[in-house]
């Protein structure tokens, strides 16, 4: 039998190159080794109270994308967090497992108090539970997800066990943390400073769905530098981030190219940021092409749905009603 993995991201939308690096790639990927369960969390965005009809266009978007990228629902689940009932009454049941002293301490909730302190809601304080429950429904080993999120893992952890020693069985798994390669991959930002969110702006992302015209006018706008002057000069921070801009789409002999005229001190950064426009152009324009003929097909979307909902709640059913048994909850 194969591992289980799960990992779910927010609809927030149209999805961007670190997105699809960082997190969407290893989906990919995964869905060949593992049983993977993939969705889109709705029920963890409406702590934001985001309007109902964007809520729907995003979840949709949301979708269109990572099918655009390769999840394949012949070889996943993929599915809508809130077409699952089941993850809901767990929720409720796993909050009875969770210490209000060890909700508050939790980094992403005192995060969340700080940037939004007129909407501390419970749902936040709660996040880690309805988090916790996503994984342990499916009895995932495996959740490939960022840095960020290691904490919420070893919550996941924590609560699981803390229900197997309660009713004294050993029924939940632990989960950890997964990703290919050492260390998640961070893409930079645009603009040299930290990495690339939505949050930062309109021009500090490449989004899937960028059209060549758009991508070359960001990246152009990239900050460079005046060059180095002599050899064996330390590359400027700026200089730096277009490095590693590079690094992400272009061909190893491209990079290296450009590695010798820094060295060589007749590096032309205007050149260089075209040539990484050009690459990520070549890189994205499948993908942009895939998203265009899936948002033309409502009917397969709606059938995708369909069919994800309807195999994660079957694997979410029989944790429920394993669980009702175990807590001496009577079973439907
Ligand atoms: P954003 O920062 O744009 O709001 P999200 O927080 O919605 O992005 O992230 C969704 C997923 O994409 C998460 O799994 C996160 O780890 C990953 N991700 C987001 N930005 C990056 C980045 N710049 N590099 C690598 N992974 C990223
Ligand atoms: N909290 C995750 C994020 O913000 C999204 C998420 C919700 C998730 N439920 C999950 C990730 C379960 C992995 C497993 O990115």
Redesign the pocket.
Known sequence: MREIAV?G??P?GK??????????VNFVRMQEEYDGYFFIADLHSLTTHPRAADLQANVRQTLIEYLACGLDPAKCTLFVQSHVPQISELYLIFNMFAYDGELHKVPTFKDKVRSQPDNVNAGLLTYPVLMAVDILIHHATKV??????MQHIEMTRNFGNRFNHTYGVEYFKEPTGFNYGDA??????LDGEG??????GENT?IYLMDEPDVIRKKVMKAPSDSGPTEPGQAKTEAVQNLFDLMKLASKPEVIAQYDKAYDECTIRYGDMKKQIAEDMTIFLTPIRERIREISADQSYLTRVMEEGGEKARASAQKTVRDVREIIGLKSR
């Open positions: 990992s991201v927010r927030t999805q961007h190159l670190g997105n699809y690096l960082g997190a969407v490939p997800v960022g840095k960020d999120q998640p991959l961070s893409v930079p930002s990495k690339m969110s939505k949050s930062k992302v």
